[in-house]
């Protein structure tokens, strides 16, 4: 009999940014956050478990380097808790195979470039731990796993659930109640479209890990925004998602988006994630935005960027097109886009 799963997770891209953690061990947050998970094909991470009696010890390999599991890492939590909830079911029903005993061995596949401001850590334990549910066979919902996926990585959370989807942060020391729930599933909005400018594969100078540590030791400001700022804002975009209000929506993402920033620029020493095409892109976007409402029309486009250059640009399905057109006017090297809609017919804006 070969126990195994897979499961597949996509990346989400948060409007209300989270950054600062009030537990670094259970990886509880200084404040809610809000995403859109992506649901095309290019940003995912898809993984199997299998689970066997002949198994020596848990391994992991991810893009098909073997990856070390340190014993009590993020990794190790995330496989304990998954094999503790397998451990109770097998306790309520004594005839299922005793999987909870087995060692596991997880491979786990990006289809984008790891650790470039991309949120791969998102998708990847997202994924993991929806491969371990299916592998076990759990009837646990999405917001029950989000716990568990929270403890791999925070953004993780999110990646369970398609669509509009809040963290909230919760209040109780051991991380029960901080966990992902649906704001909107995608059907509510499907005219969002996310366009990601990869401006740098690379991967990120400063962790999320330690740039958050460094945040919530040092920045002043993050304390204005965890208190004063925040918990309006998830209330006026989480009523923008409901009323398909996209000019409030893109208004909040591009000032979250700007107060992160600022924020990591607050942290002593500072830290840089966006560099000049970054901000360049912002120009435009925000230019973009000046003719449109200077003509009575509403915000048209909204730039986000996570912990890295990247820049992520929120619209509706009918400025795609003319977006794109114009990134590649103005960066001429972004010749080579993915056109999943077909908006651009068979030839494209660009033969490559
Ligand atoms: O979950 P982490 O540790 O990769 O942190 C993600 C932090 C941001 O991407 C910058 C913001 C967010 O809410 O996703």
């Known amino acids: 009999m070969v126990y195994q799963a897979t499961a597949s997770a996509p990346v989400n891209i948060a409007c209300i940014k989270y950054w600062g953690k009030r537990d670094t061990k259970l990886i509880l ?18 993984t199997t478990s299998r689970a066997d009696p002949s198994f020596t010890k848990d391994r992991l390999w991810l893009n098909g380097t073997e990856e070390e599991i340190k014993p009590n890492g993020r990794t190790a939590t995330c496989i304990a808790e998954m094999k503790r909830l397998r451990a109770d079911l097998e306790a309520e029903k004594p005839n299922e195979p005793k ?37 076990y066979q759990l009837p646990s919902t999405p917001s029950e796993l989000s ?11 999110r990646s369970l659930f398609g669509g509009f989807v809040a963290w909230e942060m919760g209040s ?69 998602i409901k009323k398909r209000d996209f000019n409030t929506f893109a208004k909040i993402t591009m ?21 000049d095409v970054s901000r360049a892109i912002i120009s435009l976007i925000v230019e973009y935005n000046r003719v ?17 250059p990247n820049a992520v640009i929120y619209t509706l ?34 033969g490559n």
């Open 29 to 46: 947050p200084t404040n809610d956050s809000l995403s859109v998970t992506l649901d095309q094909d290019h940003l995912r991470s898809t």
């Open 99 to 135: 999987l909870s005993q087995f060692y596991v061995h997880i491979a786990s596949k990006n289809n984008f470039p790891t650790a470039a401001g991309l949120a791969s850590s998102a998708s990847g334990f997202a994924a993991l731990v929806k491969s371990l549910a299916s592998l």
């Open 147 to 157: 716990l568990i996926a929270r403890q791999g990585s925070g953004s993780a959370c």
């Open 172 to 240: 109780s020391p051991d991380g029960s109640d901080s966990l992902a729930v649906e704001i909107a599933p995608r059907e509510h909005w499907p005219e969002i479209h996310a366009l990601i400018c990869v401006v740098s594969d690379d991967k990120k100078g400063t962790s999320s890990t330690s740039g958050m540590q460094r945040t919530v030791e040092t920045s002043t400001l993050l304390q204005h925004r965890i208190k004063h700022v925040v918990p309006e804002r998830m209330k006026v975009i989480s009523e923008a």
């Open 255 to 275: 000032q979250d988006s700007n107060q992160f920033h600022a924020v990591a620029l607050d942290t002593d020493p500072p830290i840089f994630y966006m560099n």
């Open 292 to 308: 449109s409402v200077d003509a009575g029309g509403p915000l048209k486009a909204a730039y986000t960027y996570d912990a890295g």
């Open 317 to 350: 399905k009918e400025n795609v097109k003319e977006i794109v057109e114009l990134v590649v006017n103005y960066f001429p090297q972004a010749n080579q886009f993915k056109d999943p809609f077909g908006l651009f017919g068979s030839d494209g804006v660009q």
